[in-house]
């Protein structure tokens, strides 16, 4: 059975957020640790954790996907930026222990003109500091459209800091289907050829993770702008044959399209029906 999802709101707790899952017949889902556009994380009712974990249990879930703010960047300008991002993945690490064995996703950051090397060496210098031995939570690097100065447009690019991390086993990737077209990878005509050099440049076993989103732009845009399925440029057949591929079948797919609940459960029923369930 697929594991396959969409972000749900925190903001009712964790147990609500395994309940609506349940409602759109999901089985992983992804959520904020905090407002993704930064500030402090609510404190964790330990509790409404538990039930959420018993639901997980009881229902065969896959691995959840959590994400990091969006205003987390550890290769920016600006010293401020830098520390908060700091300071949130370093609390969001304690706070995943909560949940243990699950993935934290994030953008790994924009340069913002200091140069892709600079902004490698910035972020896995942030890897460093942050992971640690003990934790049960493996940090997604999330493949990016290449807008602006973006970080991880490019394979070869993720690779890099991965090779930097120390704590190789608690770092991989998280490959989204619009930002991969957008940034100039066929998906569409050559899936199998895009994963092979994935494998090439970084290796499929530190492929954790899939966001399932149709893209409003056409390959190589480097815009970043999602759509729902079937209405974008990669269509149906393309999210079909990703979900279905040998390679990666057995991943949670997380969702991101924009779509409120109902939409959501109307694009897992379509998906699940695309692999045959």
């Keep these: 059975m697929l594991k396959i999802g969409c972000h749900l709101s925190a903001a009712k707790g964790y147990e609500h957020m395994g309940k609506d899952a349940l409602k759109i017949n999901a089985t992983t889902f992804a959520f904020f640790t905090r407002n993704p556009r930064g500030g402090k994380a609510k404190a964790i009712d330990e509790e409404d954790v538990k039930k959420l974990l018993e639901l997980l249990r009881e229902n065969q879930f896959g691995k959840l996907v ?34 243990p064995g699950h993935y934290y996703n994030f953008h790994p950051g924009s340069h913002v003109g200091q140069g892709v090397e600079k902004g490698i060496e910035m972020i896995a210098d942030l890897l460093n500091r942050v992971l640690t031995p003990q934790q049960s939570t493996i940090v997604l690097l999330e493949t990016m459209a290449g807008k602006g100065s973006e970080v991880g447009g490019k394979f070869e690019e993720l690779a890099e800091i991965i090779d930097r991390v ?67 440029h990669l269509g149906v057949e393309t999210i079909k044959n990703v979900i279905t591929h040998p390679k990666l079948k057995d991943l949670p797919f997380i969702l991101e399209t924009p779509n409120e609940l109902d939409g959501y459960a109307a694009e897992i029923a379509l998906l699940r029906k695309e692999a045959g369930e």
Excluded: W
């Excluded at 969006?70 to 995943?96: G, H, I, V």
């Excluded at 608690?170 to 998906?187: A, F, L, P, R």
């Excluded at 569409?188 to 954790?208: N, P």
């Design 66 to 99: 959590a994400h990091a703010p969006y205003t987390l960047n550890p290769c920016s300008k600006d010293e401020k930026t830098r520390d908060f991002a700091y300071m949130a993945m370093s609390e969001d690490m304690q706070r995943m222990e909560y949940t």
């Design 166 to 232: 120390e704590l190789k086993d608690k770092i991989g990737v998280c490959m989204d289907t619009c930002h991969v077209s957008d940034g100039g990878y066929d998906i569409i005509h050559d899936l199998d050829g895009v994963l092979d050099e994935f494998d090439r440049v970084i290796g499929l076993e530190k492929l954790h993770a899939m966001h399932i989103n149709d893209s409003m732009n056409p390959m190589g845009a480097h815009k970043d702008r999602h759509a729902k399925i079937g209405e974008g």
